[in-house]
């Protein structure tokens, strides 16, 4: 009954949003060459959706100094495990990266976060601070891990070996 209620009150967007992780972090298993608009989609659409978990509600002085706390606690950890290029193309903007678990494994781990986070929230009335400061950290980490995460995409790219790459 509880999860029948959760799943009724999740908005269609959300499954939408898992379904598309999970298609491109699959297809991220695999060295391929892809577009760099494509490269960030995932990344800007978690770094948005960490932004927006602070901005959608009306976030107390602790939920702010969480939230930040997050984002400074996980944005190195977003630089340093930022993609691998091994050929950049200038011209045509693709870029060849390698294949890994790495995004599927993030991808997933981040949206139970943030979903379960949300269903916290949700289940409470009012939401206890404790619920709402944990939920604040969960969307600075997300925040900053993919602000850090899209920092080290722009550094990478620019030392990448260039190459004339074509999509696959």
Not at 41 to 51: D, K, S
Not at 52 to 67: D, F, I, N, T, V
Not at 75 to 92: E, I, M, R, S
Not at 151 to 156: D, K, M, T, W
Request: proline residues 7%.
């Amino acid at each position: 009954m509880f999860i029948q209620q959760v799943i009724a009150h999740t908005p269609v967007w959300v499954w939408i949003m898992l379904a598309y992780l999970v298609w491109q972090g699959v297809r991220a298993l695999q060295d391929q060459t892809v577009s760099l608009r494509r490269m960030v989609v995932v990344p800007v659409l978690f770094a948005a959706w960490g932004i927006e978990g602070m901005l959608s509600g009306h976030p107390g002085p602790m939920q702010w100094l969480c939230w930040i706390a997050g984002a400074v606690v996980l944005a190195p950890l977003g630089l340093l495990t930022g993609p691998t290029l091994h050929a950049v193309d200038p011209a045509t903007g693709l870029v060849h990266r390698g294949g890994s678990a790495g995004p599927l494994i993030r991808s997933l781990s981040v949206f139970v976060l943030k979903y379960g986070s949300a269903v916290a929230v949700a289940m409470q009335t009012p939401p206890s601070p404790t619920t709402l400061a944990v939920s604040a950290a969960i969307s600075g980490a997300t925040a900053g891990y993919f602000g850090g995460w899209l920092l080290s995409l722009r550094v990478r790219h620019k030392v990448a070996p260039r190459s004339a790459l074509q999509a696959a």
